[in-house]
């Protein structure tokens, strides 16, 4: 079983690398594997009434008042029949804050919420014990607190690689906020600076989860003045999309590759597919950055983006 | 002689309105009127050795080592025969720093410096006491402090008419720091916040100088986190160019319709002129703004922006 467990992990692992290939596989993979779900027949209850999609939120949502991104989450995770689970292991608390996120989905209607408080990395071994869990859940929320550690803890472990394909399946929906957001691209904007000209040393890029690969992600945006930061760090990853969201603000990578925001703030779009010149491979860690020709898109509640067209839908689309 | 000023300055007046309604007039005039002066034959001395251009410095320029581009003014004002005059009337200090860049400039080998500490609005019989005075200047340099403490006391009165009018006749060079950076647009960004998703109401526009009547400036760029509110300022102006200006770093407007960048920072360019959408106009003032395929470009030093074009120049060119 475990073996075959393995085996079939690592089957994953090579699909999803074969996937990465495409322009933008977050989205792609969830209409591809939609369709294969669809025709599989799936067998898990539930599974028909979830809404699959990648929920990126850039922090600080509302947890009091309407809680309307936490309820969309819930939602999404199919209502009264959500099984969500809770990862907190980017907080330092974790506990607490996978008690406070607990609360709140079991007051939101969920039938079942339970806290995966992981603090060392799985091994398959692991996984053979929480592989039925897992198979049985309809979202996964990951909390705030440090990307660096979050990744530590989780990232390619057997774990993540079931959440993430069940994820790419379009079998359930996942949520990260503030750090949990931040780790969602392949590439991962680990910390960094404001208030400088913009320079590669502003920004600290690490590996994230890979979620959704070909998406650099910021949060807290211009909560925290980020825009330049985001910049930067696309300026080395030309071929990839920033993607700034601001608190109580969610960007919703769905099904058809349609990026959507809900909530208080805006996400903003930094795409350098256009760019035609950048100093970045030239120029020393603290010289200022020349780059030409970036694209910037400010997208506000109810605004709609296209991946794989990478242009923004006109509020009547 | 005082009936006659009027009348020429009324004629300048109806003049520079007719030249704002070319797409970057500030360049097309320098450009223009340079063939007119020139064809004229310039009578006053030195004029020949002047380098025609607006200075837009972002605050905080180098003052005691290799003060690049206080130099850099010195050498475009004429150099040794630089004819210079300071207007410190953004400041609340207005001696103490018409002192220091009047110790500054003489050190760096000017002709001659004076300060013109204007704390009244100049009338028309200022302007006949004045004439002689401005009509032998090179070069004027406007401090930091409130731009619209500057606006207030020198905005369209009759001295600042006839220094704009010998800008705009290449005749003169003028400099502006922060808030006379800020100053150089007819637009101007008179103060706002950071901090928060853009909208409205984080910007707050007057009326300035209008030496460069198609350009948004913006100063202490980076260094104050100041991306969001160029962006917001244009999404209300559409029609003009965002100029977002670092600390100790100029933006030179050259005849030839160049926009070139010395310094330790940037000069970000924020184009507006491909917006496909915003909802600016039907938003309350605290909602969060859309603003689809906004253009960015980010120059240092050495950078070039073609301002009829509005396009940045490859580096080789």
């Given at each position: 079983m475990s073996s075959n467990l393995g085996q079939n992990l690592s089957q994953n692992l090579r699909q999803f690398d074969r996937l990465k290939q495409f322009v933008m596989p977050s989205a792609s993979m969830l209409n591809l594997?939609?369709?294969?779900?669809?025709?599989?027949?799936?067998?898990?209850?539930?599974?028909?009434?979830?809404?699959?999609?990648?929920?990126?939120?850039?922090g600080g949502e509302d947890?009091?008042?309407?809680?309307?991104?936490?309820?969309?989450?819930?939602?999404?995770?199919?209502?009264?029949?959500?099984?969500?689970?809770?990862?907190?292991?980017?907080?330092?608390?974790p506990e607490e804050i996978g008690r406070i996120y607990n609360q709140i989905f079991t007051e939101l209607g969920a039938?079942?919420?339970?806290?995966?408080?992981i603090r060392e990395r799985t091994t398959q071994q692991d996984l053979t014990e929480l592989e039925a869990k897992v198979n049985n859940l309809t979202g996964v929320f990951m909390t705030g607190g440090d990307q660096l550690r979050l990744c530590a803890l989780i990232g390619e472990t057997p774990l993540m690689i079931a959440i993430r394909d069940r994820v790419h399946q379009g079998r359930m929906v996942l949520a990260g906020t503030s750090a949990g957001a931040a780790a969602m691209g392949h590439h991962m904007i680990a910390?960094?600076?404001?208030?400088?000209?913009?320079?590669?040393?502003?920004v600290n890029m690490s590996t994230g989860l890979g979620i959704l690969p070909d998406v650099i992600v910021d949060q807290h945006f211009h909560n925290r003045n980020r825009m330049v930061r985001l910049m930067t760090a696309i300026a080395s990853y030309p071929d990839k999309l920033g993607v700034g969201i601001d608190e109580d603000t969610v960007a919703i990578f769905e099904q058809d590759h349609i990026l959507r925001v809900m909530g208080r703030g805006t996400v903003t779009i930094v795409d350098p597919g256009e760019v035609s010149y950048s100093n970045q491979v030239w120029v020393s860690s603290t010289a200022p950055l020349t780059i030409h020709n970036l694209r910037v898109h400010i997208l506000s509640a109810g605004g709609k983006y296209h991946l794989l067209k990478r242009t923004p839908l006109s509020p009547s689309i």
């Open positions: 594997d939609r369709q294969v779900a669809s025709g599989a027949g799936m067998s898990q209850a539930g599974s028909q009434s979830i809404k699959s999609a990648v929920m990126v939120i850039g947890k009091v008042q309407d809680r309307k991104i936490l309820r969309a989450f819930v939602e999404n995770s199919g209502g009264e029949s959500a099984r969500i689970a809770i990862i907190p292991s980017a907080s330092r608390e039938a079942s919420v339970e806290v995966l408080d910390g960094g600076s404001t208030g400088d000209p913009p320079h590669k040393e502003m």
